[in-house]
């Protein structure tokens, strides 16, 4: 799909705890424009410019990006064969197809390879092709705290709303006399321009 839109929700589980941290967040693309939004720490790419926003650090890093051309493939329409041809030739990896409610497909892959997830699970809508619910199953070993981390997608679209403010550069950064700054919505954000960095 070469323009969407989604909202996803990451969570990190512990065995013991529940629930040890939630965060939010959107994705956009469409054409040169790429847009990530989690919990409030943003990348954004549109027209050769890139701008990443650190939210705890109150930081702004500028840099100018080669934009290259390619088209999305996508070789099956058919969601398990994609899945097959993603995971049927990793060393290491077995797979089966799960029990999933009525129009959906559930793929568990077990992982021997891997030193941190043991196992994941995917959940798609097979008829609209969209990714659902991805989970990583941690090791024990690799990780006492964290045992499982779900990732919900929702609110998917092909057609995104591009003209919102939060999506052009400006919004962010603005140039006066060759200097970049903040705009008033950052103003205690230190800025950092990258192009002129040598």
Not at 140 to 148: D, I, Q
Not at 151 to 171: C, D, F, R, V
């Amino acid at each position: 799909m070469k323009n969407y839109s989604m909202d996803f929700t990451v969570d990190y589980f512990s065995a013991g705890q529940g629930t040890l941290m939630h965060q939010q967040g959107k994705v956009v693309r469409a054409g040169e424009l790429h847009y990530v939004n989690l919990s409030g720490n943003i990348t954004l790419m549109n027209n050769g410019e890139c701008v990443a926003v650190n939210e705890s650090a109150h930081l702004l890093v500028y840099n100018k990006i080669g934009v290259e051309k390619n088209e999305d493939v996508i070789a099956s329409t058919d969601v398990m064969a994609l899945i097959d041809s993603l995971w049927a030739k990793q060393e290491g990896l077995t797979y089966k197809y799960l029990e999933a409610a009525k129009g959906k497909r559930k793929v568990y892959i077990e992982d021997k390879g891997n030193v941190y997830y043991s196992a994941y699970s995917i959940t798609m809508d097979a008829s609209k092709f969209n990714l659902l619910e991805l989970v990583y199953y941690v090791r024990p070993e690799a990780n006492e705290e964290v045992n499982k981390i779900i990732i919900i997608y929702s609110n998917e679209t092909a057609k995104p709303k591009t003209g919102l403010p939060q999506y052009k550069i400006s919004y962010y950064v603005t140039r006066t006399s060759g200097t970049l700054h903040p705009t008033e919505l950052f103003k205690n954000y230190e800025c950092i321009d990258q192009t002129k960095i040598h």
